[in-house]
């Protein structure tokens, strides 16, 4: 699994066999459904929005629940190429939305995707940032 290639999870391919004979075939695989289902999380609510103007971002966030503590994922395109300007929006835009969650939903943990400057404090909360990359392969490893 390539995971530098998680800069746009949503469309992930990977060469997958189908029967017992013949070639492979490439086909999108749903990576944040994996994850999910590798982390062990109990999805709740998904959200799909867009932000970035000129360029429309697809951001995706998932409220769930293990051992007893609600975890928020968020997975969204990002290149290696953006800006500080591009950072300081991005991270605007993810605590908006995960500040709408958190006025009715204690979250615990924060995993994120790529490269991003989260920190701790959301709003008037404080939360643990996890970077999905790591977890993906230690999960994978396991």
Known sequence: MN?????NPFAYKLKVNLSEVGEPQEMVIDIPETFNYLLGLKVKKVKVRYNGVPEKRKYLFILGEKDGKNIAV???EYQDRWTEKDLIEDRNYIVKELEFWMSNTDISVVYINGQSILTNKLGKDEVEI???EPEFKKLMEA
């Open 130 to 132: 996890r970077y999905i």
């Open 74 to 76: 968020v997975w969204r």
């Open 3 to 7: 995971l530098d290639l998680l800069k």
